[in-house]
């Protein structure tokens, strides 16, 4: 019997993005967003655009998804989600290598820990431009382009901390909360025109960056608040961004799904 706590079994692609092509936001490194660009190409879609804020690991990137995957059709563009020209910049980057997007997967976030009683304002601002403004500036450019055509999917990357509470995570907390309401509002206008806009809420996903940045008492507490006793791999997260990219969820929009296993 597969041992789900400690080893889980790398799900193979099922060709569910076929012949579709799709865009990544902060999909460089290690993270979930390098995972969900694999995981597209191994779904079957035809080209993928990814993009990030640092530029010498967004090439190692590029390279590393080629190798991998075997596809040729990967392009690379620095993005920085903040700034409304380069989110601008990266959508027609993508419409003209793509010959138009099918799927945008909004990954950009971050976070840090802080009391909020000892939190200035700048770092507030900065988690809530990165995590909810920059998925926003994407989403709203999206649906500008998407329109036209009448079809097209978005999923944003929320949390459970959109739900949950956590010490020191108000910013990250309120930005998440923030993605998932702005799904909810954005699915409604954009299902006018044929376009869903879905959202997954990891629980905790644990990747080489993570365990270099939080201390690791905090990471077996956390581990220890999960069913099977363990964090996701990227890769479970980026199974169920596949399942809301694909025409699997074709009924599906404005909802916010829990890649979650937390004990009560």
Request: charged share 25%; glycine share 10%.
């Amino acid at each position: 019997m597969q041992d789900v706590k400690n080893n889980p079994e790398y799900v193979p692609g099922h060709g569910l993005l076929k012949g579709k092509s799709v865009l990544i936001t902060a999909a460089a490194g290690v993270g979930i967003g390098f995972a969900a660009a694999k995981k597209s190409v191994e779904e079957g879609c035809r080209a993928i655009v990814i993009s990030d804020i640092h530029e010498g690991r967004l090439q190692a990137s590029v390279d590393k998804l080629k190798e991998e995957t075997g596809l040729q059709n990967v392009w690379g563009k620095v993005c920085n989600v903040v700034v409304e020209e380069e989110v601008q910049e990266l959508i027609a980057f993508a419409e003209e290598k793509l010959g138009g997007v099918d799927v945008l997967i909004n990954n950009a976030g971050m976070g840090t820990s802080k009391l909020l009683i000892e939190m200035e304002d700048p770092e507030w601002n900065k988690v809530i431009d990165v995590t909810l403004n920059g998925t926003m500036r994407m989403t709203r450019h999206m649906m500008k382009v998407m329109k036209p055509r009448g079809t097209g999917v978005i999923v944003n990357n929320a949390s459970v901390l959109g739900w949950r509470a956590q010490k020191e995570q108000a910013h990250y907390a309120a930005a998440k909360a923030g993605v998932m309401a702005l799904t909810r509002c954005a699915a409604l206008e954009a299902a006018d025109f044929g376009v869903r806009i879905n959202a997954v809420a990891p629980s905790l996903a644990v990747h080489p960056m993570l365990k270099k940045s939080a201390p690791e008492e905090l990471l077996k507490e956390l581990e220890g608040k999960e069913a099977f006793g363990r964090g996701a791999e990227v890769w479970e997260v980026a199974n169920v961004m596949m399942f809301l990219a694909s025409d699997y969820s074709s009924y599906m929009t404005g909802e916010i799904l829990a890649v979650s296993a937390q004990r009560a």
